[in-house]
């Protein structure tokens, strides 16, 4: 029996900062007891080569399980790891703390392919209103 692979990748998407979000900038997400958090890990890798992954290779790079693999995990190997993660639906970069704590909106080209912009930046407002994208808000962190 094949899994269904479930997917986070949209297209032509601009996801907005959650109405609930207390940054009124865009902020680098501090590190926890020395670590860095789930959203530290993706605002590195999405801040540091924008436009390179989509949102499924970002989710799943700062998962555990992505995090476990390594760098010297064979192709095979992290292939099946994936497959086996997105066989089961994941939670989008709607529920991203970028979105949700850290002021940051996410773009999605039509390629799939994400970068992130601060709220107070003027790339932010004009992809905001932008009616050729999907627009999208991240979640709210209080039910309201």
Known sequence: MIKPIH???????????????????????????????????QYAMIANAPYRYTSDDVIFATSAQGRE???????SKRNAVRSAFFSRGQACMRASGLGKRYGWGVHADSEGRIAIYA??????????????????????????
Request: aromatic content about 4%.
């Open 119 to 144: 709220v107070d930046s003027d790339r932010y407002q004009a992809l905001s209103h932008d009616s050729k994208l999907t627009q999208a808000r991240a979640m709210r962190s209080k039910r309201g």
């Open 69 to 75: 693999l390594g760098t010297k995990a064979s192709k």
């Open 7 to 41: 997917t986070t990748n949209c297209f032509d998407t601009f996801i907005g900062v959650a109405e609930d979000c207390p940054a009124r900038s865009g902020e680098e997400p501090p590190t926890r007891a020395g670590r860095p958090t789930v959203a530290g890990l």
